[in-house]
C-alpha cells in the first residue's frame, strides 16, 4: 500500500511557474516509481510526468517536455513537478500517482486527492 499527499497548487498567470510536492508514504513506495497525471475539466486523466526510485530515469508527456520538471527526494520520500512557462490548457486538477505503463499506456494503482493549477491567461 502507498498514500500519497499533494501540495502546491494555485492561480498563476501565464508564463509563470509552481510547483507541486507530493509526500509519499508506505512499506512499499522504494519499489515505485512516482509521478504525476492531470484531468483538465470534462477530459480524461492523462500521464503528465513520472520518476524511477533513483532519479536516473524521467518521463514525460510531449505536451509539458522542456516546460516540466520531476524530481524526487528519497530521503524526504517525495517528488516534485517544477512546472515553467504555464500555459492556459496546463489548467487541471493535478494528481500524484505511482505510475506503470504497459506499451505506451501509462496507468497507477495508487492515486493522491489531487491539486487544483489554474493558468490564467
Known amino acids: 500500500q502507498v498514500q500519497l499527499e499533494e501540495s502546491g497548487g494555485g492561480l498563476v498567470q501565464a508564463g509563470g511557474s509552481l510547483r507541486l510536492s507530493c509526500a509519499a508514504s508506505?512499506?512499499?513506495?522504494?519499489?515505485?516509481?512516482l509521478g504525476w497525471f492531470r484531468q483538465a475539466p470534462g477530459k480524461g486523466r492523462e500521464f503528465v510526468a513520472a520518476?524511477?526510485?533513483?532519479?536516473?530515469?524521467?518521463y514525460y508527456a510531449d505536451s509539458v517536455k522542456g516546460r516540466f520538471t520531476i524530481s524526487r527526494d528519497n530521503a524526504k520520500n517525495t517528488v516534485y513537478l517544477q512546472m515553467n512557462s504555464l500555459k492556459p490548457e496546463d489548467t487541471a486538477v493535478y494528481f500524484c500517482?505511482?505510475?506503470?505503463?504497459?506499451?505506451?499506456?501509462?496507468?497507477?494503482?495508487?492515486w493522491g486527492q489531487g491539486t487544483q493549477v489554474t493558468v490564467s491567461s
Open positions: 520518476i524511477n526510485w533513483s532519479g536516473d530515469s524521467t
Open positions: 508506505g512499506r512499499t513506495v522504494s519499489n515505485y516509481r
Open positions: 500517482a505511482a505510475p506503470g505503463r504497459i506499451g505506451s499506456t501509462w496507468w497507477s494503482e495508487y
